[in-house]
């Protein structure tokens, strides 16, 4: 079963304007942990946000914040205020294991956002 | 300057033959990956490792093997049992803690003639 479902392949959106990016997990874990990367053409991967399950409240960094519905297994990215350099393919990953144990990272496929001038 | 070092960046094999990937992290992280991707799709796991001399199997560790002698290195041997090994492999390290993100390398770009 997928562990990490993004919905989206691509996503257009305008310059300056906010975009929502989808992630939805699953996981029988009741510690675990989010994050979001992004990688430009490049093939670099960029750490954005991380959203710990047990937080309480949803992360944010900068112009990204995560909509973090625990009881949906969602865990959504939103980018404001989008700049042209947003442009890139954005991964959505969980961390699952217990601290002591081995942990697993993966990975969703992926959502192409492109930032329109 | 710490990081996370793969080698080479593009790397050409022929059919038939077993090729090694380089990973070298200077983080002192004790846990790294191993990920595949191909164009279009997202990253996928194919071998993980916690601790020196132990490694775990991912999601597509079939025609891939690993070894974690050092704590630094966790280089990855693609096998001629691999039947379309031709893709972008990423190389990650990360720390202990619930929090902490994946740092990665630049990537090996394999592709097989």
């Known amino acids: 079963a997928q562990k990490i479902t993004q919905t989206q392949p691509g996503m257009f959106v305008q310059e300056k304007e906010a975009v929502t990016l989808d992630c939805t997990y699953d996981t029988s874990d009741q510690s675990y942990g989010l994050f979001w990367y992004k990688q430009p053409s490049s093939g670099e991967m960029i750490f954005l946000i991380y959203q710990g399950s047990y937080d309480e409240q949803n992360a944010t960094e900068g112009r990204y914040s995560l909509n973090f519905q625990k009881a949906r297994k969602s865990a959504n990215l939103v980018i404001s205020a989008s700049q042209l350099g947003d442009s890139a393919m954005y991964f959505c990953?969980?961390?699952?294991?217990?601290?002591?144990?081995?942990?697993?990272?993966?990975f969703g496929t992926g959502t192409r956002l492109l930032v329109s001038p | 300057d710490g990081g996370i070092t793969q080698s080479p960046k593009y790397l050409f094999r022929k059919e038939g033959q077993n090729v090694t990937l380089s990973c070298e992290q200077n983080l002192n992280h004790d846990a790294m990956y191993w990920y595949r991707q191909d164009p279009g799709q997202g990253l996928r796991l194919i071998y993980y490792?916690?601790?020196?001399?132990?490694?775990q199997k991912g999601d597509i560790a079939e025609g891939y093997s690993v070894s974690r002698e050092k704590k630094e290195s966790f280089p990855l041997t693609v096998t001629s049992a691999q039947k379309n090994p031709t893709a972008f492999y990423l190389c990650?390290?990360?720390?202990?803690?619930?929090?902490?993100?994946?740092?990665f390398g630049q990537g090996t770009r394999l592709t097989v003639v």
């Open positions: 990650a390290s990360r720390a202990p803690g619930a929090h902490t993100e994946a740092f």
């Open positions: 990953a969980m961390r699952e294991g217990r601290e002591r144990s081995f942990q697993k990272l993966v």
């Open positions: 490792s916690q601790i020196v001399n132990d490694f």
